[in-house]
Nanobody
Framework: QVQLVESGGGLVQAGGSLRLSCAASGSIVSVNVMGWYRQVPGKQRELVASITSGGSTNYADSVKGRFTISRDNGKNMVWLQMNSLKPEDTAVYYC???????????????WGQGTQVTVSS
């Protein structure tokens, strides 16, 4: 059974930094894309950043230059370094693993349980 477990959320003042971590566990063969999404109440979940197994990255315009995504393919982990945080970054952040391959099963999309990030002004 595959699980994605996030950690690193919390409360920080504007201008501060946080680092989110996500570990995928289970009989994982490979993961194509890992990413971070965020959601605030009443709004759709939005992509923050993603990274392919080859290291190609994609960022939302609102976080470019402030956030950095990285991953370790061997450990099935992904991180999101968030600097110069703003109050509008406040949200629940979700880890995502897209086209994750498990032995004997087709590629599947998985989500973590979410971690709260709150940025105070």
């Amino acid at each position: 059974q595959v699980q994605l477990v996030e950690s690193g959320g919390g409360l920080v003042q504007a201008g501060g930094s946080l680092r989110l971590s996500c570990a995928a566990s289970g009989s994982i063969v490979s993961v194509n894309v890992m990413g971070w999404y965020r959601q605030v109440p009443g709004k759709q979940r939005e992509l923050v950043a993603s990274i392919t197994s080859g290291g190609s990255t994609n960022y939302a315009d609102s976080v470019k230059g402030r956030f950095t995504i990285s991953r370790d393919n061997g450990k099935n982990m992904v991180w999101l370094q968030m600097n110069s945080l703003k109050p509008e970054d406040t949200a629940v952040y979700y880890c995502n693993a897209d086209r994750l391959r498990v032995l004997g099963r087709p590629p599947t999309n998985y989500w973590g349980q979410g971690t709260q990030v709150t940025v105070s002004s």
